[in-house]
Each structure stands twice: as structure tokens, then as C-alpha cells.
């Protein structure tokens, strides 16, 4: 088939190179002039399969309720006059139920292995460099009620098969001794050894490199206008050159949308409404003054709600989230609040460590679903369109193992992902040809 792809993140890259694996013709459509310099450029960093829990949970309205408003607050909620954030809040509170979490944890587990499994076979495959560090994700604690609640969320996890460890504090500074000025502070942590981190960034636009040289063409710097529909076919995808200003109409077999927060304005004409809300989040990256001194294990600091990743001589401190639709402003009053604190934070865990003097503030726009499960399958009105959107907090977790199935599923073959809730009618009646199970 020829399939246009929309979107060049880690997800639409992700998409293209197994569409290629499955002997299809591909072309991406990307705004930017390069791969991944949107949501995926300057994430957290982390693979993080057994750290999936959805925000969603029994205990959300409450600490949300009790963050409102602050400028620092972890999670920050400004109501507007926007029926798409009311809706996505009101669906948010229908998944606050304990039942709710733990289906969807079940889910996000299910396909987070089936993710790192395809993203270590892709990575022996291509022997893409992406300062990739598998040591694990360690979550530490500065107070006992916090420690006993992460202790109890490690049990929940452990039904789900996931291998997270309860650590004490001497445990916690085993594991990562970079911690250890802080160590006082520390009342312990959880371990998941088999999680891993690197650049989400320099990894997509490798993958990117590689399906050009495979024979994919991206079309940079070109934004797509609108779908143009045949019956309950797309027959065509309007996009524009920024450089020449020219509109062509690009016709292919299937479409493909990987659009992040911007997929559901593109599917609204169609009729399709799909409930992804963006939640902006912060990084500094910052170059390390003593490297020896840093940490390598990538961790999640409770207090303050943000990842700490190493990218070789770079720190990357991620986190908080802000529900104020499509904004992308770094120099707010409250952006500039919360990227400070990204870096006050860092000081305090490893004073005199980094070099605070470029913290390179960046900001990305998360495209959240209520329940945290993103949108992979087929289209409700039309069924030459396919969407790969919605992968909220875990999009560098999970794009690997969604660009795979959704090629699958494209070329009739039934992915190893068992049990995952693919959206519209997209498994094949009779399976085609079966991928070996994960
Ligand atoms: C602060 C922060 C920390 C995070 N930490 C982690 C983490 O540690 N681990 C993890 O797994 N995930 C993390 N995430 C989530 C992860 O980064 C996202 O889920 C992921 O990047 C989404 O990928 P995507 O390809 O869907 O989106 P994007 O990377 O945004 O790709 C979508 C692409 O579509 C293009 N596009 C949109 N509209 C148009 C248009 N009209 N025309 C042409 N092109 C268009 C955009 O330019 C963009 O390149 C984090 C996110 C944030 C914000």
C-alpha cells in the first residue's frame, strides 16, 4: 500500500519504519523541519513499563483539588471556557474509580511490555545511539506517609506482574549513591530494574534517518490542512509548503494520523471525536559540572512529581502538568515558576553538581486521555484512516510497540499484543499471519 503518515514524532516515526518493515510505500507529513521537535523532543526520558500508573486513580480529585491553583503545584487545572477540557475533566473524574485504575493499569502494562520487547529488537536491529542507560527507574520518598503509599501502589503493581521492589533508605542510596548528600532526607523507594531511559529525541530522529534511507519520504515543514473524504473513504490529505506556500492534495491507500494533542481538530469534520486534552509539561536540561557526582539511574522524586534522566554529560529534569489547552509559551509568569522550581529542585538533590547557567527550558504538550490508553486502531467513519494519538505521560515508553501493531494491524496481521482494547474495528477477522508472542 501507499500510506501518508501524519505527524513525525516518536510516534508517527515509529509508525513509518514498521508500515516499511511490512513492505509499504511511506510518506510523513511533519510541520517541523525536522523529526521530533514537538512532544518527543525534550521529554523525561524515560522507558518506563512498570512506572505506568494513570493519573486517573480513587485518591486524584482529592490531591488535584488540593494543588489547585498553585503556581507550583504538580498537577495545575485553570478551568476555561472550553467544552473540550470540561468534557476531558468530567470523563477524567469517570475513571477515578479504583475498578477504573486498575483496568487501565492493566492495559498500559500489557502494551508497555510489548513496547520495550519491540524497541529492544528494534534497537539490536539498527543499533541506533540514544545515550540509552538501562539501570532502572528508582522513586524516592522524603516522608513516611509518602513512602507507605508508594509501598502500597508497588503491591498493586506487583499483582499486575510487574517486578517493583520496596527499597529502605540504605537500599535507596545502594542503588543510585549519587543520592546521598540528600540521603538524610530519604525515608525510602521503589526499584523497577528492568525500566530503562534515553534520548527520545536523537532516537527518532535516527529512526527517521533510517526509513529515508529505506525509501520513506518526509515531508518537512509542510502542515496538513484537512482530510478530503470519498464516501467512508479519505481519498486525499490537504497539505501546504511553508517554504513555497503551495497546497497540493496527496493521495494514498491509507492515512495515518499521529498528531498528538492536534489529532482530534483534524477528525472533528469527519464527525470522529476522540477525547485527547494536552497537559503541558517542563524539562531543563542541564550540562553536568561533575559528572561523577550524577546520577545514572533515572529517577522519579515523589515531593516534586518530576524524572530525573542522564543523557551522557546532561542532566534532564522533567515534570508537572498543566491543563490550559494549546499553549506552548515558555515565558508565562507561572512557565517561568515551574521551570525555575525543575531546577531549584535538581540543586537541592545534587548541590553544586550542574551548571545552572543554561538550563535549556523547554516545554511539550502531552496528548492525555482520561484514562491514559491511547487511541491505536481504525477510524469510526472512515476505514483507509488510522490513528496512533493520545499516549499522554508515556509516548516515548510506548511508541515503538503502537508503531508496530498499528502496522500490523494495517497489513492484517494480528499484533502479539494480546488483550490491548484497539480502538474502532481494527483486528482482523481471520488473522492473516500471527507474530510471534511477546
Ligand atoms: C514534560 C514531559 C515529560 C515526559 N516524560 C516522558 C517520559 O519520561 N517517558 C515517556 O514515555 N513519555 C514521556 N512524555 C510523553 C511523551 O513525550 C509523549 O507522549 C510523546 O512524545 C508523544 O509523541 P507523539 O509522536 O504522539 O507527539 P509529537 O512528538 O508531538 O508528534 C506529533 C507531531 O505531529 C506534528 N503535527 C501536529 N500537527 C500538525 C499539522 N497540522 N501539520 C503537520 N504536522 C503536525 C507535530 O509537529 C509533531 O512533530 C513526557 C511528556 C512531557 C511533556
Known sequence: MKVVVLGAGVIGVSTAWYLLEQGHEVTVVERQADASLETSFGNGAQISVSFCEPWASAGAPFKVAKWLLRDDSPLLFRPRLDPAQWRWGLSFLGQCTTAAFERNVEQLVRLGRYSHESLKELVADTGIQYERLERGILHFFSSQADFDAGAAGAEVMRSHGVDRRVLNRDEVLKVEPALKSFGASIFGGTFTPSDESGDCRVFTQELAKRCEARGATFL???????????????????????????????????????????????????????????????????????????????????????????LGDHIRIAGTAELVGLDTRLDTPTSRVRCEALVKRYEELFPGVADLSEPNFWTGLRPSTPTNIPYIGRSKKASNLWINAGHGTLGWTHGAGSGRALAELMSGVRPALQGFGFYGDALPSAPVRRMATV
Open 220 to 310: 518537512y515543514e509542510h502542515d496538513v490542512q484537512g482530510l478530503e473524504l470519498n464516501g467512508q473513504q479519505v481519498a486525499s490529505v490537504r497539505v501546504s509548503s511553508q517554504q513555497t506556500g503551495q497546497q497540493r492534495s496527496l493521495k494514498a491507500d491509507a492515512f495515518v494520523t499521529a498528531m498528538a494533542s492536534y489529532t482530534p481538530a483534524l477528525l472533528k469534520p469527519l464527525g470522529e471525536f476522540l477525547n485527547i486534552y494536552p497537559a503541558k509539561g517542563y524539562s531543563a536540561t542541564l550540562r553536568l559540572k561533575k559528572p561523577e557526582q550524577a546520577s545514572v539511574v533515572s529517577l522519579l522524586d515523589d515531593t516534586r512529581k518530576v524524572a530525573i534522566s542522564r
